[in-house]
């Protein structure tokens, strides 16, 4: 190992600092992230991001966990067949096989009634694609988690005044003669 007090990891090139924005939630603030040999290290605020200006929180600075958490999810799982459904008992299977098993089970429903089929995600940032999935399939059953600080937001900008800012722009705070926020935290500013 080099001795790190006559090495700088910065100097060497191993430590990169990239400005981004936060995708935990709906506000985007913009974040700083610093990388050490490429994996993320620390997040934190960007004072130079015109929203957040350098403040992000709790949730946003544990990004990291997303990435690392060794709860997260790697593999597919399958009850196992000795277990009742809610024992949460479950074997590792392979991506292979866990495609199987979905076509099968999948294809049956299709032909059977297409809306039998529900789908339900949580923040997975890709809802624009599940849906087209569930179009696709033939079910109009889908959903998935919505921001509460946003969703009721857009909701009532869209039935008011027909449009949202919804998450990619702020008001124009300085120049309103009359700002009101309908279910939204004024910090979040989306
Ligand atoms: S409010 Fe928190 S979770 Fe949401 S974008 Fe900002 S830092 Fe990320």
Redesign the pocket.
Known sequence: MLDPTEYNDQDMGRVEVKNTT?Y??A???G?RVTLRDGEVRHIEGNPEHPL?KGV??A??AS?IMKQYSPARLTKPLLRRADAERGESKFEEISWDRAFDIMEERLGKIRKEDPKKFALFTGRDQMQALTGMFAKQFGTPNYAAHGGFCSVNMAAGLIYTIGGSFWEFGGPDLERAKLFIMIGTAED?HS
């Open positions: 936060c935990m939630c506000c985007r603030c974040i957040n992000i929180c949730k946003g990004g979040h």
